[in-house]
Every structure is written in C-alpha cells, then in structure tokens.
C-alpha cells in the first residue's frame, strides 16, 4: 500500500551530553547561529543514526521477512576490520541469496532488503553505481532556546597500560579526560515524506510506521555519556491527501514557553522539561484551517512534556 | 570561488617580467627538498647527428653529510616529482628529456634492451618536445641512450642505493643549444661544458622548456577530462581547449578526493565541474606555488588561546600547547581589477621576501595569527584568509574557515586598533591595578586571541567574520565568562588569577570602545576614565544617586565599598576577610543579592558593633549605595544584569587602595 505525502516534527531533549559534536571543535556542540543567538544545533545524519540503529536491533537479521537491513552501519568481518560499501552491499545480498541478481542488479536487491535505502536514499558509489533521493528527508533540528556548553573534566582510574617493571615509573595513574557538555536542551526537527519519491524506492506504510516507532524508540534507547540523556518529547505526523499540499515550515508554528528570547535576554537557560512547555496552538489552528487536504494527523507526547493546545483528538498511545 | 582567487593571484606573476630561471624555480620541483638527492647522480647524454659524448656530473656538493644542490645550476635541469602511482613507471608528461631515475633505474642501466625499451622509450613518448616525433626515432634515441649509459656502468654504479636525474641533450630538437662561448643569458639556462667539442657549451632553451613545463601540466590536467570549444569556468567565454582544475599537481583540488565529482561523471569526465582554459591553467599554477609557499601554521600557542574552553579557568591551564590539530594558514590578496602586474608582482615578492617592511603594511600574525606581512593594498583589492587543517600531503584537508571580501582599509584600522590596546590601553589597566609584570599578554596580542577568549572557541571564526566585515558585535558573553572565572577564582582566594581576567577584560573593552566607535556602533561601554571618575567621587564621599544608575556603576562601587569596609574589619577582627567570612558562603557563587544583603546591609551594624574606624567618605557612601540598590532592585537589573554587576563589583574590590591624600587610618586602612 502507497503512502501519502506527509510532513513531521520531532521534538527532543538531551541531558548532560553533546548528541551531535562538531569534530572540528573539540567536540564542542554544533554552532551554526553566531554568538548572540547562542542556539545549538543537530544533523539529520545524527538522528538517522539512531533510527537506524534502532532497526538493527528490532529487527534483526532484517526481521521475519529479510525486509529491514540496515545498509549504513559499521560492520565488521572475521578479522575484526571494517567492511567497506560494496562488502556490506553483498554480504546483504548473501544473507538473503540474491548473489547472482546483485551482480548486474545491486539496486533491487538493496531496495528490496534494506530499510534505510528505502526510506533515506543511498549513493551507492561501488560499481556499478547508482544514487536514490530518500522520501524521508530532515531537516537541521535546532536547539528551542539559547544553551552553554561547559568544559569538564574527569578522572579515569585505569593506568593506560601495565607496570612491566618494578622499577617504572609513570603509568602509575589513570589519566584525565575531558569534555563538553550541556547540561540540558530542547530540540526541534522537521522533516518530510515524498509519496512520489517513496512509490520509486518502495517504500510501504510499513516502513513509515516503523520510521516513526524508531525515531521515537531510538532515541529512547540510544544513551552514553556523550551523547547524554536522549528523550522523545513530542512527534507529530501530518499526511495528506492532496498531493500537491504541504502546510510547511512546522516547526516554526510551535513555540517555547519560555521562549528563546525570555531566555536570551535573563541569561538563565532551561535546566529540565519542568522548565518549559510547548504550544501547538498555532499548528492546531493551520490544520483546522486544511483540514480538507489533510487526510491524518497523529501525534505522540511524553507525558512529561506540559503541551498548551487540545491535541485529545490527535492523541496516540506510545509505543 | 577558491579556484578564481588563485587565478587571480597568479595573473600577476604569469605576466610579470620574471625571468625563465625564477619561472622553472616557481614550476618546477628543482628546489625540492625531497628532490635533493636526484641531482647527486646526473647522468648527461650529448647526442649529435653522429656522436654522442657521456657527462656523470654531481649538481651540488656534500656538506656535514647532507647533499646540497648547487642553486645557480639547478633550473637547468627541470624536473617534475610525481605526486602519487608508481614512480618506476613514466609517469604524467615530461616538458624536457629529463628523467627521475630510481636506484631499480640505475641497477638495470647495463641492461641495454630492457633499460631502453621500459625506462627510457615511454617516457620519451610522454615527453613534450617529442610528441609530435614518430615511435621508430624515438626507438632510436632509447637505445642509442641505453647503450651509452651501459659502456659507462662501471662508472657510475655503486652498491649504495642510489637516485638520480637522465638527461638527454638532443642536439636535434629546439630545445638545446651548443654555442662557442660560456654566457650568462635570459632566455638560455647553461648546463655545462660539451665534451664533443671541448671550449663549446650545452644549453637548454628556457622558452621552450616552459612551454614545455606548461604544456605538460596542461596535458596532465587533461587525463581527469578535457572539451574542446567549451566555456571557461573563468573566462565565462568560449576557449580553443579547456581542461579540469582537479588534478594531483595540487593536492587542495585532489582528484583522489572524489567528494567533488558526481557518481554519474566517468574517471576522466571531470570538466563538468570546475574548467580551465590554458591561460588560466597557467596562471593557476603560478598561484598555487605562490600559496604552497605562503602557507603557514598557526602556532600552538595561539591554537591554545584559540581553542581552550573560556569559561573554566583550571581547564584552559590544564590544556597542553600540543593538544590541538594544527591548523594551516594562508592569505590571499585578491587583485579586483586587472591593474599593474609589475606592480602586483612586486608586492607579492615582498610577502616572500620580507623585506621592505613598514609600520603600515599589515602585520597577519596581528590580525590573524597568520605569521605574514603584507604589503599595504588599496581597497582596489580584497584579502581572503583561509585556515584549513589535515594532512595535505595526502590530499586530506578540512577547511575551518574561508574570510572573504576583507578590505585591505578596514584589516588596517582593525591593526590600529589592536596595537592600541596593547601599547597603550594595556599599559594603563596594569597600572590602574598595579600591576608591575611587563610580559607579554598573549591573550590580547591577536585579534584571533582577543576574540576567542572573549566569547569562546565555538563563535570564533563567526565573530571573527563579523568584526572583519564591520559588523557590530555583543559583549553579554564576556560579562558571562568573566563572572564565571572570578567566582572560580575567588573561591579559591587566587587574587592574581582574578587580576589578570579583569586585565583581559578591560583590554576587551577598550577593543570594543575602539571597534565601536570605528564602525559607528552607539552602544557605549564603561572604560577606565570612567572608574577612575567613580572612584575619585567615592574617596571624596560626592557619590549620588545619578552616579549609581547601571548595574556596573553599582557593582564597582559596591566592590569599592566592601573593600573598604574589609580592611578595617580585618585590623579589629585579626586576619579574617570580611567578604570571605561573612558574605560568601562556602563553595558557593557570590550573588549581587549576597553582596546586597549578605555584605553591605550588614557593615552599619557591624561597624558600630565593632567599633570600627572608617574614612568619612564610608557612612557617605553607604547610604548612597544601600538607596542605589532598593531602585536597582525595583529595576531588577540586580538580576537581569548580574553578570556587569558581578564582573565590575571584583573589579571595584580589587582596585580599591587607600586614598594617600586623605591619610591611611581615617580611611580604614591601617
């Protein structure tokens, strides 16, 4: 069964960790706003992380019907080293034994047993070559409100190697290891499904069904000191029946409470969901507006999250 | 576009007088320092119609065990190091029958058939000056050179490893020439001395060599794709013969790389990004040497001042000078319009040279931690600072940030500006603190280091960007880390540590008075006229309520104060701090509130508790500052604002001295 073309929003919070670090800063948060803005920001790369990972691990081996293996992952062979683009693509097409049909034909065999390439696109550069937009596109999540990360430091108490000697000196103590974190944050992503895109890449009701239950489980899911605490917060899923419709730009018809500015301007942050609430009312009004071209609405709320809005109607049961 | 800027940059030098020796140095890999070892074992063949003659010449000498190549000597022998594949094979073109051989090249030079038919044969067919000649002539000469360089193995060959350089003077082609007389000449670049006809010498033709030079690059270019009546990417018009810019000679556009290049483009189908036409090829290449030569690394430690975490004192003292990736700058001066090439020319060879250098050419390692000085340009001209950091020999290279559009004119007030602050404003902020310590303080010595310790590692290059371009810049997140450190300080009673923040700070503010003031920004801050006013009205017990309208006014004086009152509280009560005993709480964080109620709403009761002699000035004071907080409070800038309150309540306290005029006892310090 086809899907219609929807939109979303994704709401998360994030806990004494960094969930996406720039790797050209120290592992400092993303910063794309300049200083007196003080946002901080995610990739889409880092949420499909966590929706993919998620799926390896619900539905292993690509579940009951070898449908949902997940391409983008890193992998490793017998001797412990990575497997490359083209190995991973054929130890897919060995696990479901089309070997023979990935030699002229690794796009149907890709499409057909892996999840991510249906639902994100894959540029598959291993010969012979070919590329697919995903229907499912993200957008840059945006921290809600200005935050400061903080610079720590912590002990580790295991020396990096062993005393050979009785003599050694040095190496007799664990070292000092050091961090960025902060210590809470709200973030907002939007994103889109192309049923036009979805009907090239096969992707099913099923695979929407799952995206969504991953996007919220996976980040349920997905903790390290790091990446801190992840908590889904709020996921709204709008499809419609017109096409050619889409309300647009979501995100921006939901606010903060305290908003950014309240925020900016005391020089406090949030520190807890206990701090903020979220208002839908704005997005509320747009789809009584449309209601006629818009075939669903779900949404999925923590029930931590203080929602100002009636969303009864709209309501799901969490997975 | 980066590409166009180098283009930009290279016209100059393509089109100056420079002479063919200077232009195969620019070309050329002779100044190489891996190539050094090639020009030990020169093997030189005179070929003429009939006879030939063999040269073993060594290009430089040996000194303390390092190969010194002979630099008057050297662009007669242009070669060109490959750049990745197997260099046993011939590899890209060859301008000039002048050959890289490996030591396996040298073990099989008595080898005739295989020497001439797999060394030299191939790479007389990638060689430009032959590309037009038929494979039977160029046979001919293969062999003809392997078995010159057989009956002379002995000569040469040693169990050592060895490299070096094949030459082969072919009297029949244009590009070598024998005269009767040893001369120092522009276009002709002399080899050495012919052993055919002794008196006589060999020559080769500069001209033709770089056009050879050029073409063969050209040629190399070609392999990843080329169109034929196609547009230029640079041009914007239609050229004979365009190529891609990717290619290996420079490793920034790295072709291994593929990061540029659809899946749908073929190996060689690379035109259909970025294409260059010959003129621009060439300019090109003269930019890129130009760049390779002017890049420098940032030095650590100012990567250090860069890129420590701002707002935790123990951290940025904890980070090591080495623990940041190296990060590579390069500046670029990007002519607007095409003007004097000799003049543009001239200016860049002072950037080279470093020589010719005024007060008013502007000094890189100021502006952008760049160690460079360049020449002063006029605003006909834009300066682009790259930094970028990896390993570029591998082609492996993350751009940090690209800084474009600078005018010359403003990097120049924006140099003023920091010289300012470090010759003058620095100067009196250490005074006004009494400080004595003349060293250097890095963190204000660079723009770069100004800039980061104010507002941190993660809005480094976006502020840098703003300040480049005149646009205004906030100063909330100094005020921010600044209270931070202080507290951090004060609970660990570090009064030196607290000095030089504040020493940090002022200098940040006099910059921002400066930059302000500079591109018309209204917002005014406090600078240290300003404290000194307020502190001279304190002393004097003139204080009104006028004079106590901003958090910061209130915070300094409340600093002054407390102080004040301290200094006599520890002659009655021993060697206790009044702000550390009874204001701040342990390991706590020293609030403008805790300063209200905790410190100053107390010193009335205590100092009659106490019996406390204090100046007259104090009771003045107090009553003055006590009204200033109830309307600060109903303000609440107490809290909105805590940040300015806190910062300048420690500079306030920290400043304080007694006032000599008025005599130490009268003013509480005794």
């Known amino acids: 069964m086809g899907i219609n073309n929807g939109e979303f929003i994704f709401i998360k919070s994030v806990k004494d960790g960094i969930p996406n670090r720039d790797p050209l800063q120290d592992s400092d948060a993303r910063r794309l706003f300049p200083e007196e803005d003080g946002r901080i920001s995610l990739s889409d790369v880092s949420i499909k992380r966590d929706v993919r990972d998620y799926v390896i691990s619900a539905e292993p081996d690509g579940g009951n019907d070898k449908k949902n293996y997940i391409f983008v992952q890193e992998k490793v062979n017998e001797k412990g080293k990575l497997l490359g683009r083209g190995s991973l693509a054929e130890s897919i097409a060995k696990e479901v034994g089309k070997e023979k049909e990935a030699k002229t034909n690794m796009k149907s065999v890709l499409i057909d047993h892996c999840f991510d390439v249906r639902t994100f696109g894959i540029v598959y550069s291993v010969k012979p070559k070919f590329n697919l937009t995903g229907p499912v596109q993200f957008g840059w999540a945006h921290s809600l409100h200005p935050v400061d990360s903080q610079y720590i430091q912590g002990t580790v108490v295991m020396p990096s190697s062993d005393i050979k000697n009785d003599g050694d000196e ?5 070292t000092i290891w050091t961090s960025y974190i902060v210590p809470f944050a709200l973030f907002a992503m939007p994103g889109v499904i192309n049923a036009k895109i979805a009907e090239q890449t096969k992707m099913s009701k099923e695979d929407q069904e799952l995206l969504l239950k991953a996007l919220w489980q996976g980040t349920q899911h997905r903790q390290a000191r790091g990446r801190g605490q992840q908590q889904p917060l709020l996921l709204v899923h709008v499809e419609y029946n017109d096409p050619y419709f889409r309300i647009g730009y979501l995100e921006d018809l939901i606010s903060m409470n305290p908003g950014e500015e309240v925020w900016r301007n005391s020089g406090k942050r949030p520190s807890s969901i206990k701090d903020v609430s979220i208002n839908v009312e704005a997005m509320l009004e747009k789809i009584n507006m449309y209601k ?28 | 576009m980066l590409a166009e800027d180098i283009v930009r940059i290279g016209r100059p030098i393509a089109k100056s007088n420079l002479s063919n020796e200077m232009r195969i140095r620019w070309l050329t890999d002779v100044d190489n320092d891996v190539c050094k070892n090639y020009f030990r074992n020169v093997f030189l063949l005179e070929l003429e119609e009939e006879n030939d003659a063999f040269h073993y010449l060594s290009i430089g000498e040996e000194k303390d065990k390092n190969f010194e190549v002979d630099r008057r000597r050297n662009t007669s022998f242009p070669i060109i190091y490959p750049n990745g594949g197997n260099p046993l094979n011939a590899q890209g073109i060859y301008p000039v029958p002048v050959y890289l051989m490996y030591d396996q090249h040298i073990k099989k030079m008595n080898n005739v058939e295989e020497f001439a038919f797999e060394v030299v044969f191939p790479r007389l067919k990638k060689t430009v000056i032959y590309l037009n000649a038929d494979d039977s002539r160029l046979e001919k000469i293969a062999k003809r050179s392997a078995q010159i360089l057989s009956q002379h193995y002995e000569q040469f060959i040693d169990k050592e490893k060895q490299l070096g350089i094949l030459y082969i003077w072919d009297k029949t082609t244009d590009a070598f020439q024998k005269l009767s007389e040893y001369k120092k000449d522009k276009r002709l670049l002399w080899i050495c001395e012919s052993k055919l006809h002794p008196k006589r010498h060999l020559y080769l033709d500069g001209d033709v060599a770089l056009k050879g030079i050029i073409e063969a690059k050209f040629s190399e270019a070609k392999e990843l794709g080329y169109k034929k009546d196609a547009v230029s990417t640079i041009t914007n018009q239609k050229e004979d013969e365009v190529v891609s810019i990717y290619n290996k000679s420079w490793l920034w556009l790295s072709p291994t790389w593929e990061m540029p290049r659809s899946i749908y483009w073929k190996k060689n189908e690379w035109t259909n990004g970025i294409k260059v036409d010959k003129k621009s090829y060439e300019s090109y290449l003269y930019g890129t040497q130009f760049l390779k030569q002017i890049t420098v690394p940032i030095s650590n430690a100012l990567l250090k001042e860069m890129f420590s975490p701002i707002a935790n004192v123990e951290a940025k003292r904890k980070m090591r000078n080495t623990s940041f990736e190296p990060i590579y700058g390069v500046p670029l001066v990007v002519p607007l319009i095409h003007g004097d090439s000799q003049q543009l020319y001239k200016k860049y060879s002072q950037i ?9 050419d502007l000094h890189l390692e100021i502006l952008a931690g760049i160690n460079r000085i360049i020449p002063r340009f006029t605003d006909e001209h834009r300066l ?31 140099q003023k500006i920091v010289r300012e602050v470090n010759s003058i404003d620095l100067f009196d902020i250490r005074k006004l603190f009494s400080i004595k310590n003349e060293q250097p303080f890095y963190r204000t010595k660079s723009l770069p280091s100004l800039i980061s310790n104010a507002f941190g590692p993660g809005y480094v290059w976006s502020v840098m960007q703003a300040v480049f371009h005149k646009q205004p810049i906030r100063i909330r997140r100094l005020y921010e880390a600044t209270t931070r450190k202080l507290n951090e300080l004060a609970n660990k009673e570090d009064y030196w540590g607290m000095l030089d923040e504040l020493v940090f700070h002022y200098s940040f503010l006099a910059f921002y008075q400066k930059y302000s003031k500079e591109i018309g920004f209204k917002e005014r801050v406090n600078t240290l006229s300003d404290w000194n006013r307020l502190m001279a009205k304190y002393h004097e017990g003139s204080l009104t309520l006028n004079d106590l309208q901003t958090s910061e ?47 100053v709403l107390r010193c009335k009761e205590l100092k009659e508790q106490w019996d406390m002699p204090l100046a007259s000035n104090f009771e003045k004071n107090l009553g003055i500052i006590l009204l200033a907080f109830i309307e600060a409070n109903n303000k609440k800038i107490l809290s909105n604002e805590k940040d300015q309150f806190m910062t300048t309540f420690w500079s306030g306290y920290l400043l304080y001295k007694k006032d000599e005029k ?9």
């Not at chain 1, 040095?170 to 664990?174: E, F």
């Not at chain 1, 931590?304 to 109607?313: A, F, M, P, R, T």
């Not at chain 2, 080279?352 to 008013?360: D, T």
């Not at chain 2, 008025?662 to 005794?670: H, L, M, T, V």
């Open chain 2, 352 to 360: 080279l040279k470093r020589e010719n250098l005024s007060n008013e």
């Open chain 2, 662 to 670: 008025r005599g130490g006892i009268n003013n509480g310090n005794k």
């Open chain 1, 170 to 174: 040095g190496k007799t103590q664990g």
């Open chain 1, 292 to 319: 006629d071209k818009i075939a669903n609405v779900r949404i999925w709320v923590h029930p931590s999250l203080k929602i100002e809005g009636n969303i009864d109607q709209y309501k799901q049961p969490l997975w």
């Open chain 2, 384 to 414: 682009n600072l790259l930094y970028y950091s990896g390993d570029l020999s591998r082609g492996n290279m993350h751009i940090r940030m690209m800084l474009t559009d600078i005018l010359p004119s403003v990097a120049e007030k924006l």
């Open chain 2, 553 to 599: 006014q209130l915070g300094f004086v409340s600093g002054l104060l407390l102080k004040q009152f301290s200094n006599s509280y520890r002659f009655k009560t021993g060697n206790d701090d009044y702000v550390k005993h009874r204001v701040m709480k342990f390991g706590s964080k020293l609030t403008p509130d805790m300063i209200w109620k905790s410190g």
